[in-house]
């Protein structure tokens, strides 16, 4: 049985950094794609970042590139986010989802995904 299981979460203040951890098992992911989205109330749930198997290739949303940064662990079946410089308009559940179905910057092109995790930072 596959899962996904993110930690890190919190609540911190404007400017503060987190890393989330997203750590998978039931099987290795190490040549498949895993991205971050997040879903704040009332809206649909975002693209964030992903990753490619190797770590070669990553790609951000616009409204978090050179704040945040993926990454990966392919030996401990894991993948980060690291959030630096965190706004509040960064609050939401972020989720983790694994294996590419489709197009990298829509939820629906994924198979597996996490719980989430909740940020909220404080202005």
């Known amino acids: 049985q596959v899962q996904l299981v993110e930690s890190g979460g919190g609540l911190v203040q404007a400017g503060d950094s987190l890393r989330l951890s997203c750590a998978a098992s039931?099987?290795?992911?190490?040549?498949?794609?895993m991205a971050w989205f997040r879903q704040a109330p009332g809206k649909e749930r975002a693209f964030v970042a992903m990753?490619?198997?190797?770590?070669?290739?990553?790609y951000y949303a616009d409204s978090v590139k050179d704040r945040f940064t993926i990454s990966r662990d392919n030996a401990k079946n894991t993948v980060y986010l690291i959030m630096d410089s965190l706004k509040p308009e960064d609050t939401a559940v972020y989720y983790c989802?694994?294996?590419?179905?489709?197009?990298?910057?829509?939820?629906?092109?994924?198979?597996?995904w996490g719980q989430g995790t909740q940020v909220t930072v404080s202005s």
């Open positions: 989802a694994a294996e590419r179905s489709g197009l990298y910057y829509l939820a629906s092109g994924y198979v597996f």
């Open positions: 990753i490619t198997g190797s770590g070669a290739n990553r």
């Open positions: 039931g099987r290795t992911f190490s040549s498949s794609v």
